[in-house]
T-cell receptor, first 114, second 116 residues
Framework: KAGVTQTPRYLIKTRGQQVTLSCSPI?????VSWYQQTPGQGLQFLFE???????NKGNFPGRFSGRQFSNSRSEMNVSTLELGDSALYLC?????????????FGPGTRLTVT | GENVEQHPSTLSVQEGDSAVIKCTYS??????FPWYKQELGKRPQLIID?????GEKKDQRIAVTLNKTAKHFSLHITETQPEDSAVYFC???????????????FGKGTKLSVKP
């Protein structure tokens, strides 16, 4: 099976712009979670989507949003970019059901805000 | 909310020695504890996990132990090899059976260096 894929892999944006990142989960996986990774704050949970519904949300401002499509692919959007949004954005997919809790990460999108 | 503390932040061992990384968590509702290995420039890779109804789990040279009463869990790597060098993250979540996977709350990471 193909792993979790994310596009684009690298992105450079200017303050005030907005950005959309995409995540395709492992085939059959229905849950997608997003995380932000920075050297200072480490790995922080953004949100989780399942069946096109947001089920959990981390402590991030409303500028961070996401959605999930019927094929389980997910996108996250960051509006009005700030310098502090520079980070590696990781998505993780998991198979819901039968007490399977494992989350598998994609390669990430490296966002640089200048 | 949940808080996960991880120690040490850096660990240097000689090849063949054992390495131990410890984590504590605060939320008694947490029931799933995975460990991830992240090599430089790569994605976090799930290496082992444990659930709250199990005290210990082993996979070849890697083992994880969980003490629910004390709210701490540990990763043990035996016979370390240079390719074990990476950053290791512990995490905790309150996953629901067949439902939400919960949000993983991560420790800050341990940079393990295995010297040949």
């Amino acid at each position: 099976k193909a792993g979790v894929t994310q596009t684009p892999r690298y992105l450079i944006k200017t303050r005030g712009q907005q950005v959309t990142l995409s995540c395709s989960p492992i085939s059959g996986h229905r849950s997608v979670s997003w995380y932000q990774q920075t050297p200072g704050q480490g790995l922080q949970f953004l949100f989780e989507y399942f069946s096109e519904t947001q089920r959990n949300k981390g402590n991030f401002p409303g500028r961070f949003s996401g959605r999930q499509f019927s094929n389980s692919r997910s996108e996250m959007n960051v509006s009005t970019l700030e310098l502090g949004d520079s980070a590696l954005y990781l998505c993780a997919s998991s198979l819901v059901g039968d007490s399977t809790y494992e989350q598998y990460f994609g390669p990430g999108t490296r966002l640089t805000v200048t | 909310g949940e808080n996960v503390e991880q120690h040490p932040s850096t660990l240097s061992v000689q090849e063949g020695d054992s390495a131990v990384i410890k984590c504590t968590y605060s939320d008694s509702a947490s029931n799933y504890f995975p460990w991830y290995k992240q090599e430089l420039g790569k994605r976090p890779q799930l290496i082992i996990d444990i659930r709250s109804n199990v005290g210990e789990k082993k996979d070849q040279r890697i083992a994880v132990t969980l003490n629910k009463t004390a709210k701490h869990f540990s990763l043990h790597i035996t016979e370390t090899q240079p390719e074990d060098s990476a950053v290791y993250f512990c995490a905790a979540s309150a996953a629901n059976y067949g439902g939400s996977q919960g949000n993983l709350i991560f420790g800050k990471g341990t940079k393990l260096s295995v010297k040949p």
